[in-house]
């Protein structure tokens, strides 16, 4: 008896990509944070941590959750790509 192999279409590939770069966009921003109190909660937190940017003499603060919205977004482009059916 053969066991039937799971074929990896190429619809599949492009969404465990997507799925991957979800994930590794947020981790790698993750190392240049500042603003994290480790006394306050999650939600204080994720409300309160900045990407600090450093501009011809400006700084500017980008909000972490917009990057981490970000990789939600891709996040669910991948899965999408996976789960669309085929037309």
Do not use: C
Request: glycine fraction near 10%; proline fraction near 3%.
């Amino acid at each position: 008896m053969q066991k039937k192999g799971y074929k990896v279409t190429q619809k599949t590939k492009k969404g465990l990509i997507f799925i991957t770069i979800g994930i590794l966009i947020p981790a790698f921003f993750l190392m240049f944070v500042s603003g994290y109190d480790p006394g306050a909660g999650f939600i204080k937190n994720l409300l309160n941590i900045k990407i600090v940017i450093h501009v011809f003499k400006k700084t500017i603060g980008i909000p972490y959750r917009f990057i981490l919205a970000l990789g939600v977004i891709i996040i669910y482009v991948g899965i999408n790509a996976i789960l669309k059916k085929e037309e």
